[in-house]
């Protein structure tokens, strides 16, 4: 990389990396450039890459910072992922409430140069926030008037410990360019961007999709193939430990798969059927986490709730596979057709349901174990369901049919 690049341009380079690809193309370049380009990505992007260089390297480029940003990375990367802690920025624009807009506008004169400015916020002398004021305010204010006539009072805040989702669920009905943050005092301790926001939930959505297979979500379309490996091969590994199990399950049952080879070719039929039941309880699931629907109760209705629809899907579901089965074994001349399609009808009901409960109980436990619900919550859902509706299917034919 060009050791002479623009922070802007830099940026730009980096924005799609995953962290650590992003930390390669930087480390070459001085501690205060590295600062301004992480100060072009924003705080969230910024922490993400700064936490992979050293510690003495993450400080010296934390100082290196023009605007004071880099000592609030530091103090935001102490937050838990996913909060709205780890996307603050400074708020420079603080004054006292009897402060007279003249002496206001001209302190932000230099300020402005250097940063954009949204609102001024009033704050008493313990950093309690009391009140905001919009720079239309101050054009239309008077000089000799002071912050505490023209400000909006008891100002709208967040918590640095608020979630991105339950935040989201806050300021959607708000839309303001930026939020203040306090604590638990009302001690005004920075401030984060409604965009910034919006960005980062948008990611962790984005996300979701790949941590239910194994996929972590710090893995871009550029991350390089060998750190991709990285990411992937461990849950590969694990998914082939978990088909063992459920192929021990057949294994268990091989005799009675060789004397009625027409089971072989129903497996994989329930085995689908199940696994996708189970897929759509665990979507609905996750998306009740997302939007914060699973308050305290909730979990067990919902698993009743995919434990009937899975009941009745299963039904609707295995009298056509029934029906297929009947007419398969009917023209290879079996002698139990009947029994077969019973079975087949029995086992894709009662297996649907055991697929809906998992699809709810798999990210519900991983959730209650202090594990992100969708981390290849895909995984241990299909050993599950394959478990169940392979073992119910060839148990029942081993013991109704001689």
Same mark, same amino acid.
């Given at each position: 990389?060009?050791?002479?690049?623009?922070?802007?341009?830099?940026?730009?380079?980096?924005?799609?990396?995953?962290?650590?690809?992003?930390?390669?193309?930087?480390?070459?370049?001085?501690?205060?450039?590295?600062?301004?380009?992480?100060?072009?990505?924003?705080?969230? /992007?910024?922490?993400?890459?700064?936490?992979?260089?050293?510690?003495?390297?993450?400080?010296?480029?934390?100082?290196?910072?023009?605007?004071?940003?880099?000592?609030?990375?530091?103090?935001?990367?102490?937050?838990?992922?996913?909060?709205?802690?780890?996307?603050?920025? =400074?708020?420079?624009?603080?004054?006292?409430?009897?402060?007279?807009?003249?002496?206001?506008?001209?302190?932000?004169?230099?300020?402005?140069?250097?940063?954009?400015?949204?609102?001024?916020?009033? &704050?008493?002398?313990?950093?309690?926030?009391?009140?905001?004021?919009?720079?239309?305010?101050?054009?239309?204010?008077?000089?000799?008037?002071?912050?505490?006539?023209?400000?909006?009072?008891?100002?709208?805040?967040?918590?640095?410990?608020?979630?991105?989702?339950?935040?989201?669920?806050?300021?959607?009905?708000? /839309?303001?360019?930026?939020?203040?943050?306090?604590?638990?005092?009302?001690?005004?301790?920075?401030?984060?961007?409604?965009?910034?926001?919006?960005?980062?939930?948008?990611?962790?959505?984005?996300?979701?999709?790949?941590?239910?297979?194994?996929?972590?979500?710090?893995?871009?379309?550029?991350?390089?193939?060998?750190?991709?490996?990285?990411?992937?091969?461990?849950?590969?590994?694990?998914?082939?430990?978990?088909?063992?199990?459920?192929?021990?399950?057949?294994?268990?049952?091989?005799?009675?798969?060789?004397?009625?080879?027409?089971?072989?070719?129903?497996?994989?039929?329930?085995?689908?059927?199940?696994?996708?039941?189970?897929?759509?309880?665990?979507?609905?699931?996750?998306?009740?986490?997302?939007?914060?629907?699973?308050?305290?109760?909730?979990?067990?209705?919902?698993?009743?709730?995919?434990?009937?629809?899975?009941?009745?899907?299963?039904?609707?579901?295995?009298?056509?596979?029934?029906?297929?089965?009947?007419?398969?074994?009917?023209?290879?001349?079996? &002698? /139990?057709?009947?029994?077969?399609?019973?079975?087949?009808? =029995?086992?894709?009901? =009662?297996?649907?349901?055991?697929?809906? =409960?998992?699809?709810?109980?798999?990210?519900?436990?991983?959730?209650?174990?202090?594990?992100?619900?969708?981390?290849?919550?895909?995984?241990?859902?299909?050993?599950?369901?394959?478990?169940?509706?392979?073992?119910?299917?060839?148990?029942?034919?081993?013991?109704?049919?001689?």
């Amino acid at each position: 990389m060009d050791p002479t690049e623009s922070p802007r341009r830099l940026s730009d380079r980096i924005r799609n990396l995953d962290p650590q690809s992003a930390v390669d193309r930087l480390k070459s370049q001085s501690d205060a450039a590295i600062a301004q380009t992480l100060a072009e990505l924003g705080p969230g /992007h910024a922490i993400d890459i700064l936490e992979k260089f050293s510690a003495e390297r993450r400080a010296r480029i934390a100082a290196a910072t023009l605007s004071g940003e880099g000592e609030q990375w530091l103090k935001d990367w102490h937050y838990p992922e996913g909060s709205v802690g780890r996307l603050m920025e =400074v708020s420079p624009a603080q004054f006292r409430p009897q402060t007279p807009v003249r002496d206001v506008i001209e302190a932000m004169r230099e300020v402005i140069k250097q940063q954009l400015i949204t609102y001024v916020f009033a &704050t008493e002398a313990d950093g309690r926030l009391v009140g905001i004021v919009t720079f239309r305010e101050l054009l239309y204010a008077l000089p000799e008037q002071r912050l505490e006539e023209v400000m909006v009072r008891d100002p709208f805040f967040l918590r640095p410990e608020t979630s991105l989702v339950d935040a989201m669920r806050e300021v959607v009905t708000r /839309h303001y360019p930026v939020y203040p943050v306090c604590d638990a005092n009302g001690r005004l301790i920075g401030k984060v961007r409604g965009q910034v926001l919006f960005e980062q939930q948008a990611f962790e959505i984005s996300a979701q999709a790949g941590s239910m297979v194994g996929v972590e979500k710090e893995e871009r379309t550029t991350t390089p193939w060998q750190r991709a490996l990285k990411f992937r091969h461990p849950w590969l590994q694990l998914n082939l430990l978990t088909a063992f199990i459920a192929a021990s399950v057949v294994g268990v049952f091989q005799n009675t798969v060789n004397h009625i080879v027409l089971l072989a070719v129903f497996l994989p039929v329930l085995s689908g059927q199940c696994s996708n039941t189970g897929c759509q309880a665990l979507a609905v699931t996750l998306r009740g986490m997302t939007l914060n629907e699973l308050r305290a109760g909730v979990g067990r209705k919902l698993i009743l709730k995919e434990a009937w629809l899975g009941f009745l899907n299963g039904l609707l579901v295995g009298l056509v596979a029934s029906i297929a089965m009947f007419t398969i074994a009917h023209f290879q001349q079996n &002698t /139990h057709p009947f029994a077969l399609a019973a079975i087949t009808l =029995v086992a894709m009901a =009662v297996s649907s349901v055991a697929s809906g =409960v998992a699809g709810a109980a798999v990210p519900l436990g991983l959730k209650r174990l202090g594990a992100d619900p969708a981390m290849a919550s895909s995984i241990f859902l299909t050993t599950a369901t394959d478990v169940v509706s392979m073992g119910l299917f060839l148990g029942m034919a081993a013991w109704l049919i001689p």
